[in-house]
């Protein structure tokens, strides 16, 4: 399968756009999609547990939702992840020297909060929104996430797969983890408790897992590091390869490949929540999120 379709795909929605560029920002369609998917994913959620909390208590909930509260939540999901990872590698978060993606997450869940009416989640909005996810989840693991890793400035770090790996998944999953720790989501006070990843089988959320394994399969792709490089030439030889060294395949094309990837794997988490495929099996206690 030819992946030409894909690549220019991600060409034409990763270039700046209108009004942005008026002002000298580079934001993207992409970017636009990806902000507006969360604020109203997150928006459905919420929903969905103030009703869950009615049902099970017969109660409305004692605190009112407060939009800075929602905000918090939305920021913390984004940008919490790098607050905790930018310390320990050395390098400053983006929404320290940027207003833009900040300003930018609180103006669209502005805007989803006062839309009258939303749908609730259900496998025919999901599962096309699932494409989208494997493409927007793509560009933060392989175009946003490897560059300041390989990039160091210390030697070390710059050629250790195991801080690309470990970037990988605190940034992506670091957000939802404290979130979860204090249940910003949740339609009650805010209160300190196990967040979803410790719990039974949480380790298995497809978030967890495909952070790394897909920005490690970018790396070994594209040679990001010597290890990946070294790996990659070693994979060719076990399965018959000449033993000649193995060319990398270029950025566009391996991020267009994890994206399909991606895709995949979203779509199968949808399908299993929603009760498509799984429905009587071992797979029932595993929580594929």
Same mark, same amino acid.
């Given at each position: 399968m030819s992946l030409q379709p894909f690549i220019s795909l991600y060409r034409y929605a990763v270039e700046p756009i209108a009004p942005f560029t008026w002002f000298g920002t580079k934001v993207c369609s992409l970017d636009l999609v990806a902000v507006f998917r969360l604020c109203i994913a997150l928006r459905q959620m919420r929903e969905n547990l103030h009703a869950k909390h009615q049902r099970a208590t017969g109660e409305t909930p004692a605190e009112e939702r407060s939009f800075v509260r929602d905000a918090c939540a939305v920021? +913390?999901?984004?940008?919490?992840?790098?607050?905790? /990872?930018? *310390?320990?590698?050395?390098?400053?978060? $983006?929404?320290?020297?940027? &207003?833009?993606?900040?300003?930018?997450?609180?103006?669209?869940?502005?805007?989803?909060?006062?839309?009258?009416v939303l749908p609730s989640m259900s496998l025919n909005t999901e599962l096309p929104l699932s494409i989208?996810?494997?493409? +927007?989840?793509?560009?933060?693991?392989?175009?946003? /996430?490897? *560059?300041?890793?390989?990039?160091?400035? $210390?030697?070390?770090?710059? &050629?250790?797969?195991?801080s690309l790996l470990l970037s990988s998944l605190v940034i992506t999953n670091g957000g939802f983890f404290i979130t979860n720790m204090f249940s910003f989501i949740e339609p009650t006070p805010l209160t300190l408790t196990t967040p979803d990843?410790?719990?039974?089988?949480?380790?298995?959320?497809?978030?967890?897992?495909?952070?790394?394994?897909?920005?490690?399969?970018?790396?070994?792709?594209?040679?990001?590091?010597?290890?990946?490089a070294e790996f990659h030439g070693t994979i060719s030889t076990v399965l018959g390869g000449t033993g000649n060294k193995v060319e990398p395949m270029d950025p566009e094309s391996a991020r267009a490949l994890c994206a399909l990837i991606l895709a995949g794997m979203f779509s199968t988490r949808t399908a299993k929540n929603f009760g498509l495929i799984w429905k009587k099996s071992i797979a029932e206690k595993i929580k594929i999120q």
């Open positions: 920021l +913390t999901i984004v940008f919490g992840g790098e607050a905790i /990872i930018g *310390p320990l590698l050395g390098i400053l978060p $983006s929404f320290m020297f940027s &207003s833009v993606f900040p300003g930018l997450y609180i103006a669209a869940h502005a805007i989803v909060e006062y839309i009258p989208v996810d494997g493409f +927007t989840r793509a560009m933060l693991l392989c175009s946003l /996430i490897p *560059p300041p890793v390989i990039t160091h400035t $210390s030697p070390v770090i710059a &050629s250790s797969p195991w990843e410790l719990k039974p089988y949480g380790w298995t959320a497809t978030d967890i897992w495909s952070a790394p394994l897909i920005t490690g399969l970018y790396a070994l792709l594209t040679h990001a590091q010597p290890f990946w």
